[in-house]
DNA sequence: CAACCTGGATTGTCTGACATTCTTGCAATC
DNA sequence: GATTGCAAGAATGTCAGACAATCCAGGTTG
């Protein structure tokens, strides 16, 4: 392996590498839903040893991205439209909440990256690259639970981001959808901006009404 | 598919039983806050090799019941009253939505069981093991988290039962906490019992209002 | 056709090893 | 005397290889 240029502060381990790839790899849809994955491949494929595998399938386990059966080993789940809404009922009681503390104590350099991160969805939302979608997506709602004075809230949530993102894929596929999604987290931001702590629950809320009826769509016209 | 009754013998794994030992190990305070875990001492005291004790160290951080800091290895956190104060907060979202829930929808044989968990939570309260109080009380919760109807929200609170646990574990060493805790719960309990959904949210949010009061009481008496 | 058996594939687990990184105590320097 | 620097020891990160237990598919047998 070449060395490669390294200045972050946190050394990566390997470890980490791989589970930063397979997360990113399972969310792309690289792995059909159901499918197992076979340890001696996945080592080959990432050019890691086993255990520094298993022990990457152990957090990604934890995240609930696959799952490990004994003597079956880790595949991805199918997951359900029922599990779907019960992470949309889930998103709704940490995402209302968050968004609502957030409209109060946001500073505005945060603001201001919330901001950003809403005209970085934008491009993608114009563009067809539904994974860009998905991961912008996934970072203006990471910046509000970021900052609504919660830490524990924020990691909750991140526990259920991956899934999230899993049916945001989906329903992002559909036609217009990317661009709605747009106008209400605009408006999930205007609310923030305004301090308007009302506004950004309802807006939050109204989003997530919107996203759960797209996702359930989605799921219909196809299994 | 039919009711499946859950006859699987789930064959405990060395690395599953490990975390189940280190989880108790960790929950009855048998570490102290802070300090680290050194392998190879773990290794030999549970009678693993470094491989499998490394992947149940993974799950256990994903749970957050440990740090992990590359090249530093892992570690107890150091629970600050600023966290448990956002996981009052977070317990409060959850519990709160899980009660109301579970008092329209829990079968009679479940609600059995919620009996059952709070006469054996009653007769912990009338000991003086801390533990066995902590484990029962999480047993109770865990029992209305799981027929709330949402696999997702008893998933999200599966992952903070273990911090709930240590904070438990403080506020009930109190005089007299123990008992007005079961008086809380019983409230908690009639009215799932009832089918009052209103009242169940009322009872839990109650129950936490005091226990974080406890809590809080527990914590300033020391640090 | 069903039940059984067998061989290959895969996982669970261990041992042992080595490079890298962190810690700590001591010495050297200012 | 305090700070800096360094070196030995400890602990972790990572790998390779091995073997038993288990699962699965396909063929065999009644």
Known sequence: MPPELNLRISPRTVQQETVGKLRLAILSGLF????????????AQLGVSRPSLRE???SLEAERLIEIVPNR???IPALSWSEATAIYEVRELLEVEAAGRCASRIPTEQLHELERSLFAFEEAASSNDSLAQVMTAADFYSIILANCGNPILEEVHRGLVARISFFRGRSMSLEGRAQSSLAEMREIYESIAAGDEKAARKASKRHLLKAKAAAKMSM????
């Open 56 to 58: 990457a399938l152990r």
């Open 32 to 43: 059909e839903p159901g499918s197992r994955l076979i340890e001696s491949q996945l080592c």
């Open 220 to 223: 219909n016209s196809e299994s």
């Open 73 to 75: 080993g880790p595949s």
